[in-house]
T-cell receptor, first 111, second 115 residues
Framework: KQEVTQIPAALSVPEGENLVLNCSFTDSAIYNLQWFRQDPGKGLTSLLLIQSSQREQTSGRLNASLDKSSGRSTLYIAASQPGDSATYLCAVTSSNYQLIWGAGTKLIIKP | NAGVTQTPKFRILKIGQSMTLQCTQDMNHNYMYWYRQDPGMGLKLIYYSVGAGITDKGEVPNGYNVSRSTTEDFPLRLELAAPSQTSVYFC??????????????FGPGTRLTVT
């Protein structure tokens, strides 16, 4: 059974720092992996989607990488800003075509 | 273009009561989903639909029912509410299968408490 883990559960860093969020999954047979952002009281917003054949995707200050063989993905945020404060979730599309979600990392960027 | 809308935003139910969570999307998406998110946990799929008239169970369907009579609407019905159904419920939609890389768009959620 596919399981997705995100460590740490919470992270606090000063503004301006570069940071990395981690996501690991137990079954490498995935179709794609997505990173989402969740703001309190709001829905989720898709940030990046990496197909299983890809190694990374970039959008602005965000870069997501995927290593299927080791069951890992990272989300790199460059030059962090207070507006980046949110919970970041990763999810994989597994063999049963459904999204399997991690519990998220709550990120706080201190001004 | 409102995207995915959900009503109500908040609701408190007594044990044994029933209610329907409403979800509407105006993007002409074929696929729609219902998830629940418990505190400190990832989302879990309750039901999904690949088009009007077609629904299927997700990971945690017990205690819920859905219908999809139109492309736009995908209501979730809770019968005989139980405290274990206290959660935040999210509706989402996508043009086609996430398998093929189609993005899911989420509503703002409904926070439900059963006491």
């Amino acid at each position: 059974k596919q399981e997705v883990t995100q460590i740490p559960a919470a992270l606090s860093v000063p503004e301006g720092e570069n940071l990395v969020l981690n996501c690991s999954f137990t079954d490498s047979a995935i179709y794609n992996l997505q990173w989402f952002r969740q703001d309190p009281g709001k829905g989720l917003t898709s940030l990046l989607l990496i197909q299983s054949s890809q190694r990374e995707q970039t959008s602005g200050r965000l870069n997501a990488s995927l290593d299927k063989s080791s069951g890992r993905s990272t989300l790199y945020i460059a030059a962090s800003q207070p507006g980046d404060s949110a919970t970041y979730l990763c999810a994989v599309t597994s063999s049963n075509y459904q999204l399997i979600w991690g519990a998220g990392t709550k990120l706080i960027i201190k001004p | 273009n409102a995207g995915v809308t959900q009503t109500p935003k908040f609701r408190i139910l007594k044990i044994g009561q029933s209610m329907t969570l409403q979800c509407t999307q105006d993007m002409n998406h074929n696929y729609m989903y219902w998830y629940r998110q418990d505190p400190g946990m990832g989302l879990k799929l309750i039901y999904y639909s690949v088009g009007a008239g077609i629904t299927d169970k997700g990971e945690v369907p017990n205690g819920y029912n859905v219908s999809r009579s139109t492309t736009e609407d995908f209501p979730l019905r809770l019968e005989l509410a139980a405290p274990s159904q206290t959660s935040v419920y999210f509706c989402a939609s996508s043009y086609s299968d996430t398998l093929a890389g189609y993005e899911q768009y989420f509503g703002p959620g409904t926070r439900l408490t059963v006491t």
